[in-house]
């Protein structure tokens, strides 16, 4: 018994478990990013560098470790709902809640990068072009991330019918 209009042929806990490995696939990848900026971070404030830095850079050094650490909670949190609501047949509003919560992830990610980016160029320039620089970078993010993916699912689905995985239009 397939599910309706999804193009193939999976019962509703099938679908969920491929979109489960799918999600899990996804987060291996972001989480790893996350998990090497976040633990960079982390020593920043131990070396004797981090003393010399100007308010606002500690300021937005600071920032930058909360945004890192939120975005890891994001991140690994799919891991952990997954282990603590396995069994209980509740696999497809895992997989929507887990997704929200990968999807926050890349947001807070996103903006942990930005203010990373910020604050190593603010301290190796001290330049007034630093903020088009970030700025350039996180709009190539956005296109990668955001835009790109937007557009090809807009323009690979349009003739397509509407399945459970799309919108409603």
Not at 42 to 58: E, G, I, K, N, W
Not at 96 to 117: C, D, E, K, P, V
Not at 149 to 169: E, M, S
């Amino acid at each position: 018994m397939g599910a309706a209009g999804s193009g193939r042929d999976e019962t509703e806990e099938e679908r969920a478990d491929r979109k489960w490995g799918e999600l899990i696939q996804e987060i291996r990848v972001a989480q790893t990013g996350v998990q090497i900026l976040f633990g960079f971070l982390l020593t920043v404030v131990f070396t004797p560098r981090y003393a010399q830095l100007r308010d606002t850079d500690q300021t937005i050094y600071i920032v930058t470790v909360v945004l890192g650490a939120a975005a890891t909670g994001a991140l690994i949190g799919p891991v952990s709902m997954h282990r603590l609501v396995s069994g209980s047949r509740v696999k497809p509003q895992m997989v929507q809640w887990a997704s929200r919560l990968t999807f926050a992830g890349l947001i807070l990610l996103l903006a942990t990068m930005t203010s990373s980016l910020l604050l190593i160029l603010r301290v190796a320039t001290h330049d007034s072009y630093v903020p088009w620089l970030v700025a350039g970078v996180v709009g190539w993010y956005l296109f990668c991330w955001f835009v790109l993916p937007v557009w090809a699912r807009h323009h690979h689905t349009a003739a397509l019918p509407a399945d459970r995985d799309t919108p409603a239009r």
